[in-house]
């Protein structure tokens, strides 16, 4: 089995416009992956992994994810291969998102 379908959305709330640009999710795999090359980039995704894992390849080191991943602001690209079938949600982030999860960190710490 191999194919991935990518489906992306660029209306979000306009509650959450100052702090979500816009999102995407993506389900799929691909036979003996060799690696899909992420380009750098200039803002911040938040990635939800609703099933399956990926990994990133890093100075040769094969790096598994967390379920959470926080990605983006880099200056070379990366290799990502799917090591399953992956679902994913990603939420591309307005640097707006600093101060929402800022003010989440706050609250936690209070109670």
Known sequence: MAGVTMYFHNQVHNK????IRYYWYTIGFIDNDPGQQL????????????????AYLI????????????????KEPIKVFK????????????????????????NTQTM
Do not use: A
């Open 16 to 19: 959450l416009k100052p702090y």
């Open 39 to 54: 380009l750098p980039m200039d803002h911040t995704d938040l990635i939800v992994q609703c099933s399956g894992s990926f």
């Open 59 to 74: 100075n040769g080191e094969m790096i598994r994810t967390e379920d959470v991943v926080f990605h983006g602001l880099r």
């Open 83 to 106: 090591v399953t079938i992956v679902k994913l949600l990603v939420l591309v982030l307005n640097l707006g998102f600093i101060p929402l999860f800022r003010q989440v960190w706050i």
